[in-house]
Nanobody
Framework: QVQLVESGGGLVQPGGSLRLSCTGS????????VGWFRQAPGQEREGVSC????????HYSPSVKGRFTISRDDFRNTVYLQMNALRPGDTAVYYC????????????????????WGQGTQVTVSS
């Protein structure tokens, strides 16, 4: 059974940083592309970033590019999302997701269509 577990969310002031982690069990994340999505209250879920397996190529939403960095540690079966210069508009539940395919060609569908999801972690940016 595939499980993705996110951690690292919390409350942070504008301009602050957080690092989210996504750890897999029942799946070797090093074989698959892994991405992050987020959903703010009353809004649709949106893609944030994706990292491919093998070549570690990355894709970002224009709203986070230059502030967020996605990376992976295959030894720990974990994918990270480093979030810097956080803004109130980044407040959302963040979900990691994987598709059982090595590559993502974008940070959102149709370039990345997940098949497995984590339960989400809350990120709140507020003073």
């Amino acid at each position: 059974q595939v499980q993705l577990v996110e951690s690292g969310g919390g409350l942070v002031q504008p301009g602050g940083s957080l690092r989210l982690s996504c750890t897999g069990s029942g799946v070797s994340l090093d074989d698959y592309a892994v991405g992050w999505f987020r959903q703010a209250p009353g809004q649709e879920r949106e893609g944030v970033s994706c990292i491919s397996a093998a070549d570690y190529s990355t894709h970002y939403s224009p709203s986070v590019k230059g502030r967020f960095t996605i990376s992976r540690d295959d030894f720990r079966n974990t994918v990270y999302l480093q979030m810097n210069a956080l803004r109130p508009g980044d407040t959302a539940v963040y979900y990691c997701a994987t598709r059982r395919y090595r590559y993502c060609s974008d940070y959102k569908p149709p370039g990345f269509i997940p098949t497995d999801w984590g339960q989400g972690t809350q990120v709140t940016v507020s003073s």
